[in-house]
């Protein structure tokens, strides 16, 4: 997982392109092949806790807006902070994938090297975002099972 930066959201656009699906809860994903042997992976934009999309914006217009924006020096429509945590990726069909290949694979694809990386709790994390209705950043609780 990588914390939200404006490199990471240029990376997102120049690698990745446009989002596979955006939610009204502020996630972006993108569905792609670069798991250890093509293995299909999830990307996850994770929102911050109780996201609010930027003023003026459909939900399917706000990475490409703050994309853009970072990637030209414009204005960006709401500040970087305000809208994501971090990036996840993780295999999208329950594959079982050790954690130091997809590691490397994603550093790979994104060009970036992820922030921390091991086995995490996805039922757990987003049992307790969904009791407190999007209050909680998944990002620190990845962070918090990831840390040592």
Sequence with gaps: MWQATPALIIALDERFGEPTDA?????????RDDGPGGAT??????PVAAYQRPEG???????????LALGTGGEVPA??????DGLE???????????????AAVEEALGIE?????????????????????QVSIIDAL??????
């Design 114 to 134: 992820p922030d921390a990386a091991g086995l995490v709790d996805h039922a757990a994390i987003g049992d307790t975002w969904e009791r407190s209705r999007g």
């Design 79 to 84: 500040p970087l902070e305000s809208m994501w």
């Design 143 to 148: 962070l918090t099972e990831l840390s040592p």
């Design 41 to 46: 992976l999830e990307w996850r934009l994770h």
């Design 89 to 103: 990726a993780f295999p999208a069909h329950d594959d079982e994938i050790e954690p130091a290949p997809l590691a």
């Design 23 to 31: 939610y009204v809860n502020g996630s972006q994903t993108w569905l």
């Design 57 to 67: 914006l459909d939900t399917y217009e706000v990475f490409s807006a703050v994309a």
